[in-house]
């Protein structure tokens, strides 16, 4: 039985995600490095703003922080309680899971590694892709837990598993923003009017998530809303070709896309959304996609 539950990390996903556990727990803790997203939780959601040492007392542990590195450095000299488990959704490195996994067993906490899909609107919704990868049994004990915002929860292998299917689901994403950005640049210069181009698109074989919601939503209107941050996909992008590196395996399209994303990210301004890597084909091209 899941007594309490825990949040770290109220960014864009988690604050949306932790504000689905109250309707399911009655002891919710959050904690953030900036404490005031903590209190400002609280209010509105009624949890529990908590110290860390207090918030890593619960059952269920859940964190969503921007890297692997950041949840490492965070767990460093933690005194966990046995027992528990630890449940990361951020989109982190195979590797540092399996670190994570044994640092951790040493107190007798599982850790998972569970990032999700599906932005802040899922998150918001309750309606994530929840891809989790580390003990079975560990993962029958959380499930409930997750139900709280996840959709459709899958354990897809042993720890790291989690990590690598959301690096790879996110270059496909990648390559495909990439793809779209060349193509449409490509109907603009032949005189096309891309909203129509968009519809036809969009009830014919090229579609995708990127045609249907990116570029209606982000790219053509040219809002570009900040919502997933450049860098994270950059991150992303990097940690699937490290995979492939390790592997030894020759994955040419995503190494150019990881290339692309990563020379997108060098040149945007700050704070930009994932979207706005189109804006490096606008800079080459001197073609606004709109
Ligand atoms: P944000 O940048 O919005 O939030 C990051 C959170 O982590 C903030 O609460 C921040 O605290 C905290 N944080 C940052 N650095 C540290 C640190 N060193 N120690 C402790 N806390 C830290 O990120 P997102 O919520 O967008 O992303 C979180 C994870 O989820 C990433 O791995 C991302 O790739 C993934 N993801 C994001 C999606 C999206 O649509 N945004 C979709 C799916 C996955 P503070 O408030 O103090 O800055």
């Known amino acids: ?36 997203k903590a209190e400002q939780h609280a209010t509105e959601y009624g949890t529990q703003a908590a110290s860390l040492e207090q918030a890593i007392q619960a059952d269920i542990i859940f964190s969503c922080l921007p890297t692997s590195a ?20 951020t989109s982190g490195v195979p590797d540092a899971a399996r670190r994570l996994e044994e640092t951790l067993a040493d107190q007798g906490v599982i850790f998972l590694d569970a990032p999700v899909s599906g932005q802040t609107i899922g998150a918001e919704n309750g309606t994530l892709t929840v891809m989790i990868g580390g003990s079975a049994a560990g993962f029958e004990q959380a499930l409930p837990a997750i139900q709280a915002f996840g959709k ?34 490509t109907l603009k210069a032949h005189g096309v009017s891309l909203n129509e181009a968009l519809e036809c698109i969009n009830a014919s074989s090229g579609k995708s998530n990127v045609t249907e919601t990116v570029m ?18 950059a991150k992303d992008t990097g940690i699937a070709v490290d995979l492939v590196r390790d592997a030894k395996l020759s994955a040419p399209l995503l190494s150019l896309t990881q290339n692309l994303i ?6 945007a301004e700050e704070n930009s959304d994932f979207s706005a890597a189109i804006k490096m084909y606008e800079s080459w091209s001197k073609i606004t996609i709109e």
């Open 1 to 36: 039985m899941i007594q309490s539950v825990a949040f770290l990390g109220l960014g864009a996903m988690g604050y949306r995600m932790a504000a689905h556990l109250p309707k399911h727990f009655d002891t919710v803790y959050v904690w953030n490095r900036t404490a005031t």
């Open 70 to 89: 950041d949840v490492e450095a965070l767990v460093q000299g933690l005194e966990l309680k046995a027992g528990s488990i630890w449940v990361d959704c």
């Open 152 to 185: 459709l929860i899958k354990h897809v292998g042993e720890s790291g598993a989690g990590f690598a299917v959301k690096a790879v689901n996110n270059m496909l994403m990648a390559v495909n923003l990439c793809a779209v950005a060349e193509g449409f640049m």
């Open 216 to 233: 209606p939503q982000r790219i053509m209107n040219r809002s570009f809303p900040l919502t997933f941050a450049l860098p994270l996909l």
């Open 262 to 267: 990563q020379a997108a990210n060098l040149q």
